[in-house]
């Protein structure tokens, strides 16, 4: 492999704190997009939760938003990091399903659960990877918001689905 083919390789594996926080921001939008339009499709029983997805989402949009716009992290944000080993899956999340006109309660808690994942993932391993500072506590931040969204939802599906609700 020449050096110029190596060096290649190696920026393919790098991405900057700007282009990390305008996918982010795009996947907490079409998350917030998506919820809304959700709600009145769902049943009531979990329309209340589809409701705070949609609040929430909005909320990680905002915080994604005014820190790519903060003068005092412009130089931060130029900042090159690793690109996560969950990159991929995250920015996929982006491609929204069709769940219908009446999704099941079932289908709407897998995917929400699935989606939580991800950026639970996503979010813990740019923690790691991010060098101290707001961003770094942003994305620790969001991490445990993520994985407390993603228990509720197991435990909800788990009440419905399993205990005869579906």
């Given at each position: 492999m020449s050096e110029g083919s190596h060096g290649i390789e190696r920026l393919r594996g790098k991405t900057t704190l700007r282009e990390v926080l305008e996918v982010a921001t795009g996947?907490?939008?079409?998350?917030?997009?998506?919820?809304?339009?959700?709600?009145?499709?769902?049943?009531?029983n979990i329309r209340y939760l589809v409701e705070e997805l949609a609040v929430e989402e909005q909320g990680h949009f905002d915080l994604f938003s005014a820190l790519a716009a903060r003068a005092d992290l412009a130089e931060q944000i130029k900042a090159e990091i690793e690109r996560p080993a969950s990159d991929s899956q995250f920015s996929d999340c982006l491609h929204l399903p069709d769940l219908g006109e009446n999704p099941d309660d079932?289908?709407?808690?897998?995917?929400?659960?699935?989606?939580?994942?991800?950026?639970?993932?996503?979010?813990?391993?740019?923690?790691?990877?991010?060098?101290?500072?707001?961003?770094?506590?942003l994305f620790t931040f969001l991490a445990s918001e993520e994985t407390k969204h993603k228990l509720e939802l197991e435990k909800l599906y788990y009440e419905i689905v399993h205990a005869g609700g579906v």
């Open positions: 996947f907490e939008a079409s998350a917030r997009d998506f919820y809304t339009a959700l709600i009145p499709r769902v049943s009531k079932q289908t709407v808690l897998q995917y929400a659960m699935g989606r939580e994942h991800a950026a639970m993932t996503h979010y813990r391993e740019l923690a790691n990877t991010t060098p101290d500072g707001a961003i770094r506590d």
